[in-house]
């Protein structure tokens, strides 16, 4: 079968890299891989089981010695040009140490010099790590950036200090910084012109993503990644399996930007694209009706669909707002003004001279599309991304409101602000001539994204409109949308908001309800004190529904194939033929599970092994692990973290778990923002290992750096699920919202609720069953109770350049002795 296979290939040359991995490999967390979660017959995400992993060049540099990885890097020399998506394109350019001839592939492991890099309230902390690594001086202060913005409305002596540490750090160092109140980073960022078309700028928060709205492949890195960017000017990257979201047609009259991705994650909500780099494409029209603005919110928010990145094309629109920029800061200089150097035309028309675009054949992970024509303005909640709803199915329920939030770097620009300005602006009109006030009962909290986007509103008198509507104004900065700050959510109320993320008690209480909307829906929710929008949405005429799907949403009949595109087509087909009669015949891969035991890196556990403590659902975010409250309160006591480990999941996890004890939990274990501290919260705790159906990626990645165990066993969940989970009793009675606080749920985020369940459910629970993960033979062997069965698994297996990181006590640790030798 794979002689056919070889053969069907060879219709077409179409060189590949020679460290592919399937295109699905991680770094972090060895992989058990049943059949059914195979992609192509080969497994998604393992780690290849015959050789380890290639070693991260230049910044692991014990591992070039080790002749195993020398292997692997040799066999890189020789890899032929290959059709390269957007995102290969620019991960090329900000490789280093490639061999001479190598193009990157998804899956490929790459050393990255990113073109800046931004930490915001967590510098003070990445300093401590730079510093206790030996390092004394950044080694390119001009490839890093520095903003206060979390916690700008805490005036307390202990969090001044900090910014103060901050900000001497950085006039120390000769970085460039901007104070509290300045802005939210995300938003300086792109606004200076860091995070520039075409290039790769990385930063320590999840939603660093946002940089893809102007052609910019941001993606997010941790803190300890921060510190080796600062000591070194590099750290190491995977780069994702790429997926092609392909928009058609144009948005109707009052759908918005906002709506696009409140109905992506809800319409495409079986983590359809998690741990993938997003390609978003569509046709000149279609790229053209979504202003700059609506593509930041966008590409801001596919950190909530699962993805690592959200990438735009350059376009004439990009252009013009380049252009604009460039224009604004030359007369700044022409009246005596400091202008900003990095938006000039000359910058403008040297990046517009190449066409920077995905190769013709590039091949892609998946493809979806969505059909703009066709969609309604949708809101997410309550209380989970993945479900979201059309506005005006909500509108029916009468959902009281008691807080409405236009805050956040998603939704908080001055197009924004003038957006819900408009809302009360239009009511004016019919109060004659007066802005009416908000609904009583209801407060109205403001913040603008950075001061220059609240002084263009000013100008505008949008913001004074707001303010005389009732709104409070709040610093730009982050505040209520990261549970900081004036006006966080109290038991048993409702909030809307134009923020990025509603997971429950996020925003204060856990016993609150929170929904994510556009800034004019906030508004007119505000003004008429229950969730519902301005009236501005037009339906089409004829519409049955919104239409989105896999691949690019042109009919068969339609398609106009070219011959290259014709045999691929043929390829595809004969490759799904060689699969199933594979399957069907029953060839084995035998060479694959005949493989030589596992090396130990000295000092490494061969065995881990304990009761294993189940978390019973899926997308268990990294506020569940560990709550925001104290994510910028530095120094908090490991005895307190490991008290608040997985508090605001389950209150009772504390008294459950015990050291020693292994935690299992449902699929996306770890999504949401990147904090550290779910990991080491984790350690705190004193649980060695954590296993799960599946890790949200920048989980995995704190994990490895911080010396915390990970394990993907699918099977696991499965049948602790058979085991545990009790059947739901039927009910006619249909819902359209989570019911209660979750306990009844099987997932955090789940998607849209089935019928009513009358049982409580135990979120954790003590199982009796051991797991002993014997790392020589890259298995588990599980107990299922005393008494019970007892069964085996192959996992993944953890190579030794990842075995060391953990053994040395974590990435941080492994610089430091590594400085020191």
């Not at 995400?45 to 991260?56: D, G």
């Not at 490789?95 to 010099?113: C, F, Q």
């Not at 460039?176 to 700028?201: C, K, N």
């Not at 789940?750 to 409580?760: D, I, N, Q, R, Y």
Request: proline letters at 6%.
């Amino acid at each position: 079968m794979l002689i056919h296979r070889a053969i069907a290939r060879s219709l077409r040359a179409r060189p590949h890299s020679s460290l592919a991995f399937c295109g699905y490999v991680s770094p972090i967390a060895c992989r058990a891989v049943p059949a059914e979660l195979r992609h192509n017959g080969c497994p998604r995400r393992a780690f290849n089981t015959s050789r380890p992993a290639p070693a991260v060049e230049s910044v692991f540099h014990s591992q070039l010695e080790d002749p195993s990885n020398a292997a692997i890097l040799n066999s890189l020399k020789t890899s032929p040009p290959v059709p390269q998506t957007l995102t290969e394109k620019i991960v090329q350019r900000y490789a280093v140490g490639l061999p001479e001839g190598k193009y990157v592939t998804s899956g490929d492991y790459v050393t990255i010099a990113p073109h800046h890099c931004m930490t915001h309230d967590n510098s003070w902390p990445v300093a401590l790590k730079f510093m206790s690594i030996g390092a004394t001086k950044i080694n390119n202060p001009q490839q890093v950036v520095m903003t206060l913005d979390h916690d700008v409305q805490n005036k307390s002596e202990k969090n001044l200090t900090k910014y103060k540490q901050i900000e001497e750090f950085a006039q120390k160092q000769g970085v460039d910084f901007y104070p509290a109140g300045r802005g939210i980073g995300h938003q300086i960022m792109v606004e200076e012109g860091y995070a520039w078309p075409g290039t790769l700028v990385v930063a320590s928060d999840s939603h660093t993503n946002m940089y893809g709205g102007i052609g910019c492949l941001g993606t997010p890195v941790v803190r300890t990644d921060a510190a080796s960017i600062w000591a070194t000017g590099r750290t190491w990257w995977q780069i994702p399996p790429v997926a092609n979201v392909v928009l058609k047609g144009v948005l109707p009259k009052g759908v918005t930007g906002k709506d696009v991705i409140v109905a992506l994650c809800g319409l495409f909500d079986k983590d359809d694209v998690l741990n993938h780099a997003i390609e978003f494409t569509g046709s000149e029209e279609t790229m053209r009706s979504l202003p700059i603005d609506s593509r930041l919110t966008i590409a801001n928010m596919t950190t909530e669909w699962g993805a690592l990145s959200g990438l735009f094309p350059r376009d004439s629109l990009l252009e013009g707002w380049l252009r604009s920029k460039a224009t604004m800061a030359a007369l700044d200089k022409a009246e005596g003004r400091a202008g900003n150097n990095r938006f000039t035309h000359a910058h403008i028309d040297e990046l517009f001279q190449e066409n920077l675009m995905a190769d013709k054949g590039a091949k892609y992970a998946k493809q979806l599309y969505l059909d703009l024509n066709t969609l309604s303005p949708y809101v997410s909640g309550p209380n989970s991304v993945k479900v979201a709803t059309p506005l005006v199915d909500l509108e029916a329920q009468d959902i009281k409101v008691n807080k409405a939030y236009l805050v956040s770097c998603t939704n908080s620009r001055a197009s924004d602000l003038a957006a819900a300005a408009k809302v009360f602006k239009d009511a004016a009109e019919k109060n004659n001539g007066a802005i009416p006030k908000i609904a009583d009962g209801v407060n109205f909290y403001i913040a603008a994204a950075s001061l220059p986007e609240q002084q263009i509103a000013e100008d505008n008198g949008d913001w004074q409109a707001l303010l005389d509507a009732g709104a409070q104004p709040l610093p730009a900065g982050c505040g209520p949308c990261i549970g900081l700050g004036t006006g966080l959510l109290e038991p048993g109320e409702v909030g809307v908001s134009a923020t990025n993320r509603n997971f429950k008690g996020r925003m204060g209480s856990t016993d609150a309800k929170a929904y994510l909307a556009s800034p004019e829906v906030v508004a007119a929710s505000a003004l008429s004190g229950k969730l519902s929008g301005p009236g501005w949405y037009e339906k089409p005429e004829g519409w049955t529904g919104v239409l989105r799907g896999e691949g690019d949403g042109i009919r068969e009949e339609d398609r106009m194939m070219t011959a290259d595109e014709a045999l691929d087509k043929i390829i595809g087909q004969l490759d799904s033929m060689i699969g199933a009669a594979e399957k069907d015949f029953g060839e084995s891969n035998e060479e694959a599970t005949l493989v030589a035991a596992t090396e130990v890196y000295p000092g490494f556990p061969e065995r881990v092994e304990g009761e294993i403590v189940f978390c019973d659902a899926d997308n268990i975010n990294t506020d569940g692990i560990y709550p925001g409250k104290y994510t910028y309160q530095d120094n908090v006591p490991v005895e307190k973290m490991a008290e608040v480990c997985m508090e605001n999941y389950d209150t009772k996890f504390s008294q459950l778990a015990k050291p020693g004890n292994i935690l299992v939990a449902g699929f996306n274990f770890g999504c949401g923002s990147s904090r550290e501290q779910a990991a080491t919260a984790i350690l705190a705790k004193k649980i060695p290992l954590v296993v799960a159906g599946s890790f949200g990626n920048i989980f995995s990645r704190n994990s490895i750096n911080n010396a915390l165990m990970g394990l993907e066993v699918p099977k696991l969940i499965e049948r602790l699920r058979d085991t545990f989970s009790v059947a739901p009793k039927t009910s006619t009675h249909e819902i359209t919202e989570p019911f209660g606080n979750k306990e009844d749920q099987q997932s955090l985020d789940s998607t849209t609720p089935g019928p009513l369940k009358t049982f409580e459910k135990q979120l954790s629970r003590r199982t009796g069953w051991k797991l002993v993960w014997d790392v020589k033979k890259s298995q588990i062997q599980v107990t299922e109770g005393e008494g019970g069965k007892t069964w085996t698994e192959k996992v993944g297996e953890l190579p030794p350049n990842v075995q060391e990181i953990i053994a040395k006590g974590g990435l941080e640790k492994w610089v430091q002795n590594e400085i020191g030798s």
